[in-house]
């Protein structure tokens, strides 16, 4: 059954209420960033001792590219750069889908759906403040729910 429908029939928190949820309340400020002349190998090194496969590339306060785990396998093994090398700005996304604080939950998810990604950046006058993914989402909506079992 879908969460929408669990949750009218448990008269739990309104969906609206849920898709209405500023994103400042739910994103994640404990944020990994790096820099953009980061090599390779050090970033892979980043997510492993901070448990992430995703990495925020900063400059400063400000976002200019993400880069996956996924990014940085796919260079070393399919374009066979040198991992030691290459700083992960040669390989990072650099025009990043984003999201303000003040969005809502429905329209992150529209994000997410449209530009098919599981995480948003939260930028907030230009400057890094959060981070939100699908998880994050699903894992608000069902903790809800449990509230109210």
Same mark, same amino acid.
């Given at each position: %059954?879908?969460?929408?429908?669990? +949750? ?7 969906? @609206? &209420?849920?898709?209405? $949820?500023?994103?400042?309340?739910? %994103?994640? $400020? ?9 090599? !390779? ?5 980043? %997510?492993?001792? @901070?448990?992430?496969? *995703?990495? !925020?590339?900063?400059?400063? &306060?400000? !976002?200019? =590219? ?7 396998? *796919?260079?070393? *093994? @399919?374009?066979?750069?040198?991992? #030691?090398?290459?700083? /992960? =700005?040669?390989? %990072? $996304? ?33 400057? +890094?403040?959060?981070? /939100?993914? +699908? $998880?994050?989402? #699903?894992? *608000? ?5 449990? !509230?109210?079992?």
């Amino acid at each position: %059954m879908p969460i929408l429908d669990i +949750l009218k029939k448990r008269k739990q928190k309104d969906p @609206e &209420e849920i898709a209405r $949820t500023k994103i400042s309340e739910i %994103m994640k $400020t404990d944020l990994v960033t790096i820099s953009e002349d980061t090599s !390779l190998a050090r970033s892979i090194n980043a %997510m492993r001792r @901070e448990g992430v496969n *995703y990495l !925020l590339v900063t400059e400063g &306060e400000k !976002l200019v =590219g993400v880069v996956t785990d996924g990014d940085i396998l *796919y260079s070393i *093994y @399919e374009k066979k750069v040198n991992p #030691e090398k290459t700083p /992960v =700005g040669k390989i %990072m $996304t650099k025009n990043v889908t984003t999201i303000s604080p003040k969005q809502t939950v429905k329209k992150a998810l529209e994000l997410i759906i449209s530009k098919k990604i599981r995480r948003l950046p939260v930028i907030e006058k230009g400057k +890094l403040v959060g981070l /939100v993914s +699908l $998880t994050d989402i #699903e894992d *608000y909506a069902g903790y809800l729910i449990i !509230l109210k079992v």
